[in-house]
């Protein structure tokens, strides 16, 4: 990832507070032996209110009367638990929570996929999945009774592309994020694939804007913090301190820039100390493939030597010069116009005698 995005505070996250009552107070109390019934949602009025609405008036959707189905059947599951599983199960919806502490990789964040509740509780894992996996959806969180207590997810967006204004995906840095003159928004990606975690379907810190391609052509359900070696770090969307990933690009001898391919481009990512998050990102994101796929393209890198070669000749510059500037650029402006590729990408070019040009032109 790079960069990461500015955490934006808004009236959705009332829905994590409902899910976390819900979660606290009512499944994991369950094996007091109370019958369920609205009563267990005194300690917060509003999503009593909801539940109700939900559960009781003849005009209630069918998509609400399903949520109250889902959690009255979860709550029959976990009645059925001993005292160690449930401090089990609250162990992990804190770890799968706790967004900070899972993309770094600590051992102390008790992290749970459905698969491993499913080892011991089946039905209880299948239920869950029902209800966190339909958690995050226009047919629930847009109806009236629920959308009047959290608000809706288009202002959420608005509010969030005031605050990050850089207009371009944060996963990649190639691709725009629609901002405030569209009139259509981003998906927002599960950053722990909601088809893998319970208990996060609905954190915002488990919820970042990305482009089609991140979310929807290379990331898709891939697992950030797992891949077949075991637990793995990942950068995390809302980090507080920033961060800046360098990347050298080496050219082969003798290559054509006409024809260039992939295999003609080499890349190293740095700084080390990040080398784990980095190399999870360049997986989940299919980072090289697209980078180098850019640096090929006609209308990119290609483009991006033609364009150094056409501006000597015409205002009587030498590649330096313009090399020069392009460095300043990137620093004041990594992300424009992917400065950030094209910067690395000219000097590698340089290096291997791509940006002569012919003695008729130079001074």
């Known amino acids: 990832m790079l960069f990461p995005y500015i955490y934006v505070p808004h009236q959705m996250e009332k829905m994590q507070t409902f899910i976390d009552f819900i979660f606290h107070e009512v499944w994991c109390k369950a094996p007091i032996g109370l019958v369920f019934h609205p009563d267990l949602f005194d300690g917060d009025p509003e999503l009593k209110e909801v539940m109700v609405e939900f559960g009781f008036s003849a005009q209630a959707a069918e998509r609400g009367k399903a949520f109250y189905t889902d959690v009255k059947a979860i709550y029959k599951l976990f009645a059925s638990l001993s005292p160690q599983e449930i401090v ?4 992990w919806y804190q770890g799968n929570n706790d967004l900070e502490k899972v993309l770094a990789n600590d051992p102390a964040a008790h992290l ?32 009236a009774a629920l959308r009047a207590k959290i608000g809706d997810i288009d202002d959420h967006y608005q509010t969030f592309i005031s605050t990050n204004k850089g207009g371009k995906c944060p996963f990649c840095g190639i691709e725009d994020i629609k901002g405030p003159n569209s ?73 054509d820039i006409d024809k260039l391919t992939p295999t003609d481009v080499k890349m190293e990512f740095s700084p080390a100390v990040l080398a784990e998050e980095i190399e999870t990102w360049k997986d989940v994101y299919g980072i090289e493939e697209r980078y180098k796929a850019k640096l090929c393209g006609e209308n990119d890198g290609k483009y991006w030597v033609t364009q150094v070669l056409d501006e000597c000749q015409s205002y009587d510059k030498q590649p330096a010069d313009i ?41």
């Open 88 to 91: 089990q199960f609250k162990r």
């Open 323 to 363: 090399l020069n500037m392009r460095t300043q650029q990137a620093q004041s402006r990594p992300y424009a116009d992917c400065n950030f590729l094209r910067r690395p990408f000219l000097e590698a070019c340089q290096q291997v005698g791509l940006l002569k040009i012919a003695p008729f032109f130079q001074r």
């Open 112 to 143: 749970v996929r459905y698969a491993d509740i499913a080892v011991a509780h089946k039905n209880l894992g299948r239920q869950l999945a029902v209800f966190f996996k339909g958690l995050y959806s226009q047919a629930l969180l847009d109806l």
């Open 183 to 255: 009139t259509k928004r981003e998906a927002y990606d599960h950053y722990l694939p909601k088809a893998l975690y319970p208990f996060n379907s609905i954190n915002f810190r488990n919820l970042a804007p990305a482009c089609h391609e991140c979310k929807s052509t290379y990331k898709l359900s891939k697992d950030p913090v797992h891949n077949g070696a075991g637990r793995r770090k990942a950068f995390n969307p809302y980090a507080t301190a920033a961060h800046t990933v360098q990347i050298q690009i080496t050219l082969l001898q003798h290559v």
